[in-house]
């Protein structure tokens, strides 16, 4: 099974700084048949159902502030925001889809503002 | 406008059983795959299953697997989560959860959940 192991597990940042939350596979994520890094990230704010972000590990979704971006290859991927907003308080979550039918999510990080 | 409401939830008896429906709108249910994922009260998601577009691939977390069933049923636009002997490690808000693709990638889509409790 794969495990993804987040970092920090929480995270205080100011206003405006640049906020970075890792997300480590225990397994090489790039999958060979479409040359696409199977990973995403999700936004959950209090009281709401997760909000999807980045898929393809790099890949934003529609709608989503560009201050938000992912990167990463092979086992080691980051979640950039860029200019802390008062709205992105919120925990993330890396999630993998490379062992598809089965997905797994990392544990979260809780960003908060400092 | 994509709408996924969870139904179906509640106190239920260690042992006992419980079927979840999501009934969704806004989409075919032919195109994408569909997932339920938990969470527990103050912990974080926990992926429990997945179905494909034309139902004819499932996934489950190895904590449900043997328990709980995913089915889908195009026609009633409806997704449902059959679970058996339940366990009180199996409390949690549920999620019914759109794939943006036809097979289990990311989910782009969730409904708002329905609680499950399972104590005696």
């Known amino acids: 099974d794969i495990v993804l192991t987040q970092s920090p597990d929480s995270l205080a940042v100011s206003l405006g700084e640049r906020a970075t939350i890792n997300c480590k596979s225990s397994?090489?994520?790039?999958?060979?048949?479409?040359?696409?890094?199977?990973l995403a990230w999700y936004q959950q704010k209090p009281g709401q159902p997760p909000k999807l972000l980045i898929y393809?590990?790099?890949t934003r979704e529609s709608g989503v502030p560009d201050r938000f971006s992912g990167s990463g290859s092979g086992t080691d991927f980051t979640l950039t925001i860029s200019s802390l907003q008062a709205e992105d308080v919120a925990v993330y979550y890396c999630?993998?889809?490379?062992?598809?039918?089965?997905?797994?999510f990392g544990q979260g990080t809780r960003l908060e503002i400092k | 406008e994509v709408q996924l409401v969870e139904s179906g939830g509640g106190l239920v008896q260690p042992g006992r059983s419980l079927r979840l429906s999501c009934a969704v709108s806004?989409?075919?249910?032919?195109?994408?795959?569909m997932h339920w994922v938990r969470q527990a009260p103050g912990k974080g998601l926990e992926w429990v299953s997945s179905?494909?577009?034309?139902?004819?691939?499932?996934g489950y977390a190895d904590s449900v697997k043997g328990r709980f069933t995913i089915s889908r049923d195009s026609a009633k636009n409806s997704l449902y989560l059959q679970m058996n002997s339940l366990r009180p490690e199996d409390t949690a808000l549920y999620y019914c959860a759109k794939d943006k693709n036809g097979y289990a990638c990311f989910l782009d889509h969730w409904g708002q959940g329905t609680l499950v409790t399972v104590s005696s």
């Open positions: 179905i494909n577009w034309n139902g004819g691939t499932t």
């Open positions: 397994q090489n994520l790039l999958y060979s048949s479409n040359n696409r890094i199977q």
């Open positions: 999630q993998q889809y490379y062992t598809t039918p089965t997905i797994t």
């Open positions: 806004g989409f075919s249910l032919h195109d994408h795959a």
């Open positions: 393809w590990a790099s």
